[in-house]
């Protein structure tokens, strides 16, 4: 085997295990969560002393994560994790409000501690509001894995780069794709298998928004294609399962799909 291949292989792998794995970011995360909202975590407190020593050894955790991932070359990483946590509360409220949303949107929902511990909408939107709030302090690495990881975990794929309003729901989720530069309103709910895509994925659109914007109060079935940067879904419009968009839809509009669907009776099927 040719030398300078292996040598070229064995500098890769130097680089690569310096940097943590997605899991241990993932646990970072997951134990930011579960501060959060206990209903989530099987950690116990017994002071609130704990959990604000709790906090400290989690911003010291992520000071070592961004010098690890040399997130900023040019950035002070123990103040993007002192922004970072400053932040919390109003993270906090945003989740609280999003939880609500997957509650009161969801008729088969009992009450939000169900919500947080089972609904994997929950979860997919927590990791996103970490990793856009991170991606916001010019940390590029970090946010792709935990959105990737929620991903793998729940089959809801959001980027840390898309801008999404308070009261977000996800109902069911599976197969859930939100694009880079979508921008989501508030109280907007999203069914099963719905996608807000790009019309074109060539590389030089890269910086340029090529996704769609949903505006306040949309609700989009399941299994909806909505693709385009200047594609705007107006202010409480509803639009239906299967539908394939790439125009503008007004205020107030409702778009559905009309398949055509026949039932032959046949007397002699066997039972």
């Known amino acids: 085997m040719n030398k300078d291949f292996i040598k070229t292989l064995f500098d890769r792998q130097q680089r690569a295990q310096a940097i943590p794995t997605n899991q241990s970011i993932a646990d970072w995360a997951l134990e930011i969560i579960g501060l959060m909202f206990p209903e989530a975590s099987d950690k116990i407190f017994n002071s609130d002393e704990e959990i604000s020593q709790e906090f400290t050894n989690l911003q010291h955790q992520l000071n070592n994560l961004l010098d690890a991932t040399q997130a900023c070359k040019d950035c002070n990483n123990d103040i993007i994790a002192a922004q970072f946590f400053d932040d919390i509360p109003n993270l906090y409220q945003k989740l609280k409000k999003d939880v609500t949303a997957l509650n009161d949107g969801d008729p088969a929902a009992n009450n939000e501690f169900e919500v947080i511990r089972t609904y994997p909408g929950f979860w997919a939107i927590a990791f996103y509001r970490i990793a856009h709030q ?25 980027h840390p780069g898309a801008q999404i ?78 539908v394939w968009l790439t125009k503008s839809v007004p205020s107030n509009a409702t778009v559905y799909h009309t398949p055509s669907i026949k039932v032959i009776e046949n007397s002699n099927h066997p039972i």
Do not use: M, W
């Open 134 to 158: 991170l991606l916001k302090l010019n940390t590029p690495l970090i946010p792709r894995i935990l959105t990737e990881f929620a991903h793998s975990k729940t089959g809801i794929d959001i």
């Open 165 to 242: 309003g308070d009261y977000f729901c996800i109902d069911h989720g599976t197969g859930i794709v939100i694009g880079e530069t979508a921008i989501i309103g508030k109280n907007v709910k999203l069914y099963q298998g719905v996608t807000l895509g790009a019309l074109s994925v060539s590389k030089n659109l890269a910086g340029v928004k090529r996704h769609p914007t949903v505006e306040d109060g949309v609700v989009i079935y399941s299994n909806a294609t909505i693709l385009g940067g200047e594609t705007t879904l107006g202010q409480n419009s509803i639009i239906g399962g299967n």
